[in-house]
C-alpha cells in the first residue's frame, strides 16, 4: 500500500540549531515529493518540492529538503531555526502514474524554543 | 496572488442540520479536493473531482457529498451533521500537470453540537 511516514509527532529545537523533520515514503515509481507547513487554525502552505534532478531542494522560508532514492526519504531541513519556524509540518508524495493521488504523512509539530 | 477561498473560516451547527461547505479558486485548476484534519490522523481525503460534474470517492466519503457544478467551484455537503463531523475541513487545488502542488484553502473548523 502507498504510504508516507513521519516518524516523529513532535521535534523540539533551540533557536539559532540546525532542525531536520524527517519522511520516508512508500510510493511505487519515482513519485513528486513536496513539504507543506501550516500554522495554528489555517491551511496549509507549500513549503518546496522535488521532482526531477539535483536531490537538493530550496524552498521557502530557508527550508531545504534533501531526496534520498536509496532510503526512500525527503527529510526536510534547515540550518539555524526561528521561534516563527514553530507550527505543524507535513510531507506529501503524488503519484507519478496517477496525477490524482496525494498521500500525506501524519504531520510533524516543531517547537522552536527561544 | 493565487488564491483558494473557502467560504467560512468557523462555522457551529446542530446535529441534523443541511451543513453546505464552499470552495472557490481562481487558478483554472481542474483538479479540486475536500480533506478534513483531525488530531494524530493526518489529512483525510472525503472526495475529489477531476472535472465539472465529475467526483470520485476519497477514504472518507460516508455522510458526505459534493458538487461541483463551475469549474471554480467545489462544495461538500453534509446531509445531516452529526457530532462526530466536528473537524477542520480543507479544500484544495492543482492541475494535471504532473509536478504542480496543492493549493490549500484556509480551511472551515466546523463545530457540530
Known amino acids: 500500500a502507498q504510504s508516507v511516514a513521519q516518524p516523529e509527532d513532535q521535534v523540539n529545537v533551540a533557536e539559532g540549531n540546525p532542525l531536520t523533520v524527517k519522511c520516508t515514503y512508500s510510493?511505487?515509481?519515482?513519485?513528486?515529493l513536496f513539504w507543506y507547513v501550516q500554522y495554528p487554525n489555517r491551511g496549509l502552505q507549500f513549503l518546496l518540492k522535488?521532482?526531477?534532478?539535483?536531490?537538493l531542494v530550496k524552498g521557502s522560508y530557508g527550508f531545504e529538503a534533501e531526496f534520498n532514492k536509496s532510503q526512500t526519504s525527503f527529510h526536510l531541513k534547515k540550518p539555524s531555526a526561528l521561534v516563527s519556524d514553530s507550527a505543524l509540518y507535513f510531507c506529501a508524495v503524488r503519484d507519478r502514474d496517477n496525477f490524482n493521488k496525494f498521500y500525506f504523512g501524519s504531520g510533524t509539530k516543531l517547537n522552536v524554543k527561544p | 496572488d493565487v488564491k483558494v477561498t473557502q467560504s467560512s473560516r468557523y462555522l457551529v451547527k446542530r446535529t441534523g442540520e443541511k451543513v453546505f461547505l464552499e470552495c472557490v479558486q481562481d487558478?483554472?485548476?481542474?483538479?479540486m479536493f475536500w480533506y478534513r484534519q483531525d488530531p494524530g490522523l493526518g489529512l483525510r481525503l472525503i472526495y475529489f473531482?477531476?472535472?465539472?460534474?465529475?467526483?470520485e470517492k476519497g477514504d472518507i466519503p460516508e455522510g458526505y457529498s459534493v458538487s461541483r457544478e463551475k469549474k471554480e467551484r467545489f462544495s461538500l455537503i453534509l446531509e445531516s451533521a452529526s457530532t462526530n463531523q466536528t473537524s477542520m475541513y480543507l479544500c484544495?487545488?492543482?492541475?494535471?500537470?504532473?509536478?504542480?502542488?496543492?493549493?490549500f484553502g484556509p480551511g472551515t473548523r466546523l463545530t457540530v453540537l
Open positions: 487558478m483554472d485548476h481542474e483538479n
Open positions: 510510493v511505487s515509481g519515482n513519485p513528486y
Open positions: 484544495a487545488s492543482t492541475n494535471w500537470t504532473s509536478g504542480t502542488e496543492q493549493f
Open positions: 473531482s477531476y472535472d465539472v460534474k465529475m467526483k
Open positions: 522535488y521532482i526531477t534532478g539535483d536531490n
